[in-house]
């Protein structure tokens, strides 16, 4: 009886602290660093082999006057986002951060700025959620390349400053909301936690920063999952958070020419999709060396912004579509949102004047597009099917127009199941 009361008091406190991060939905992710001077991706000193005396030099040149963390924070304001995550250090090894136990960092080489605290002060200033990335390994330990069993001594060396980074990230900053650990992965080893010590570390996380979310890449669940360049749903009652690049998936640093963008109809889409499913969208910008973010990703974040203007009720707060709804609840037009006892019909592919949609079993006591002064007619048959006339015979807003239904009662599918069409 003691266990079970243990487990339940463990989900009340997981259900509230993860709370304020559902109801976000939306986060922006920045990679940023010494390989945004090179503009081939975070992942270049890696698949170009530069040895890590070579791409230490990269430390003198990275000094980027134009870094202003209030920009930054601003624009992720602007487009509607509700937290970020900065990669406080990301496989190189380079910190952006105050470290007693790396001279490897933004404070003790050309820039002589701790941009961390500078992002920290940014966020906390204009009420963004703040979230810290940290790369468990790092590619200078030739433990991390050989493995542990190989060189233990350089594993754990790697292992230990992973360890005193994250305590100096979860003690000098303030209230953090986000850790987001990345770089688990050891080769040929199954159970990294053991390796990492991450069972130890977490605890330690905790007690320091008690209200955290931890997300899944330690080796250990923890509070969220971190699906990666695609939108899939965790079980019921699991938080999870979809992580994707504006540019295509080869990189998440800044890439000097990258043309192959995600448009901002697909980026939206995106979002409502994570939302319909109950979780969350972050979208990453990689931020130029001299810290200005490019202009093709500031018009796709400031266009999310005006949509969610319009449209936020939708996705801020939502709940996770129960299931049951024939092909997602809206068939060929698009996706399904809910809050309460509304029903958001995203017609992503608009049908002209009316729209039709089979598997609700509620009563519809009204309709009315979000953003849109104009009185819509719904008709329902006893079989769930909705008609919903007099629309625009175009689309009011070219990503994702919004049809709020309010329900006589929570959303409910109705099933056809066995009955033939
Ligand atoms: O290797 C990293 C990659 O550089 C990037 O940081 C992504 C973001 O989630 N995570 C790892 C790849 O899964």
Same mark, same amino acid.
Request: charged letters at 35%.
């Given at each position: 009886m003691l266990i079970k009361w243990g487990w339940v008091m463990s989900q009340i406190s997981y259900k509230k602290r993860i709370k304020w991060f559902s109801d976000a939905r939306f986060g922006i992710f920045i990679h940023w660093g010494l390989y945004s001077i090179l503009g081939r991706g975070e992942w270049v000193m890696y698949v170009e082999r530069i040895s890590k005396e070579e791409y230490a030099k990269l430390a003198d040149k990275?000094?980027?006057? #134009?870094?202003n963390a209030h920009k930054w924070v601003a624009l992720a304001k602007n487009a509607g986002a509700r937290y970020m995550v900065l990669t406080t250090r990301h496989h190189d090894g380079f910190c952006l951060f105050d470290s007693k136990v790396s001279n490897f960092t933004s404070v003790k080489t /050309? /820039? #002589?700025?701790?941009f961390v605290r500078e992002y920290v002060n940014a966020a906390r200033k204009a009420g963004m959620r703040i979230g810290f990335y940290y790369s468990l390994l790092d590619w200078r330990f030739p433990g991390y390349h050989v493995g542990p069993k190989k060189d233990p001594i350089s594993f754990n060396a790697m292992v230990e400053q992973a360890h005193e980074q994250v305590k100096e990230l979860m003690t000098n900053y303030g209230k953090i909301d986000i850790l987001w650990y990345d770089g688990g992965w050891i080769p040929g080893i199954k159970d990294i936690a053991k390796y990492w010590r991450s069972k130890e570390l977490n605890k330690m996380v905790r007690k320091l920063q008690p209200h955290i979310i931890i997300n899944n890449r330690s080796g250990i669940a923890e509070d969220i999952d971190t699906p990666e360049q695609h939108v899939t749903a965790s079980k019921p009652g699991r938080a999870w958070e979809s992580c994707m690049t504006i540019g295509d998936s080869c990189g998440w640093g800044y890439i000097k020419h990258n043309p192959n963008l995600k448009s901002t109809t697909q980026l939206i889409q995106y979002l409502v999709t994570a939302a319909s499913g109950g979780g969350n969208y972050l979208l990453n910008v990689g931020p130029k060396p001299d810290g200005t973010i490019q202009k093709e990703f500031v018009d796709r974040l400031t266009e999310i912004g005006r949509w969610l203007k319009v449209n936020g009720e939708s996705i801020y707060g939502s709940d996770r579509i129960p299931p049951g709804f024939l092909w997602g609840g809206a068939g060929m037009l698009g996706v399904l949102t809910a809050k309460g006892r509304t029903l958001y019909l995203h017609v992503f592919r608009w049908p002209g004047s009316i729209a039709t949609i089979a598997g609700i079993k509620n009563k519809i006591l009204s309709a009315r597009i979000l953003g849109v002064n104009k009185k819509i007619k719904v008709e329902q048959t006893i079989d769930g099917k909705v008609f919903i006339k007099g629309l625009p015979e175009n689309p009011p807003d070219k990503h994702d127009t919004v049809i709020a239904l309010e329900l006589d009662g929570k959303p409910e599918p109705y099933s056809y199941d066995g009955i033939p069409l």
């Open positions: 990275f000094n980027p006057t #134009k870094f /050309a /820039a #002589k700025r701790d």
